[in-house]
């Protein structure tokens, strides 16, 4: 059964980085999908970025895009998101998901990585 591990989470303060790791134990097809998803205290998860796994077309919610940035290694089946100039409202738990379509999120997920931004 697959697995999709987070990583790199962390305490920054507001206008740092963080990069954050998603590594898939099983094989990622190029129909695969690579989201990343955020959930703040008390509020709903939120789509942040995806990449399609075969072209590495990427894809940003408006909040992030600008200063989040999505790639992937193939050979290591990892996706990173490389987050600069943070903000205290980027304060959520990560999470990787592993679907088929660019925001959904049926499909595998990761179990999350603490990231939070001081002001």
Same mark, same amino acid.
């Given at each position: 059964?697959?697995?999709?591990?987070?990583?790199?989470?962390?305490?920054?303060?507001?206008?740092?980085?963080?990069?954050?790791?998603?590594?898939?134990?099983?094989?990622?097809?190029?129909?695969?999908?690579?989201?990343?998803?955020?959930?703040?205290?008390?509020?709903?998860?939120?789509?942040?970025?995806?990449?399609? /796994? #075969?072209? !590495? &077309?990427?894809?940003?919610?408006? *909040?992030?895009?600008?200063?989040?940035?999505?790639?992937?290694?193939?050979?290591?089946?990892?996706?990173?998101?490389?987050?600069?100039?943070?903000?205290?409202?980027?304060?959520?738990?990560?999470?990787?998901?592993?679907?088929?379509?660019?925001?959904?999120?049926?499909?595998? /997920? #990761?179990? !999350? &990585?603490?990231?939070?931004?001081? *002001?």
């Amino acid at each position: 059964q697959e697995q999709l591990v987070e990583s790199g989470g962390g305490l920054v303060q507001a206008g740092g980085s963080l990069t954050l790791s998603c590594v898939a134990s099983g094989r990622l097809y190029s129909s695969h999908v690579m989201n990343w998803f955020r959930q703040a205290p008390g509020k709903e998860r939120v789509f942040v970025a995806s990449i399609r /796994w #075969g072209a !590495g &077309t990427t894809y940003y919610a408006d *909040s992030v895009k600008g200063r989040f940035t999505i790639w992937r290694d193939k050979p290591e089946n990892t996706v990173y998101l490389q987050m600069n100039s943070l903000k205290p409202e980027d304060t959520a738990v990560y999470y990787c998901v592993r679907s088929s379509q660019i925001g959904e999120t049926r499909g595998s /997920w #990761g179990q !999350g &990585t603490q990231v939070t931004v001081s *002001s």
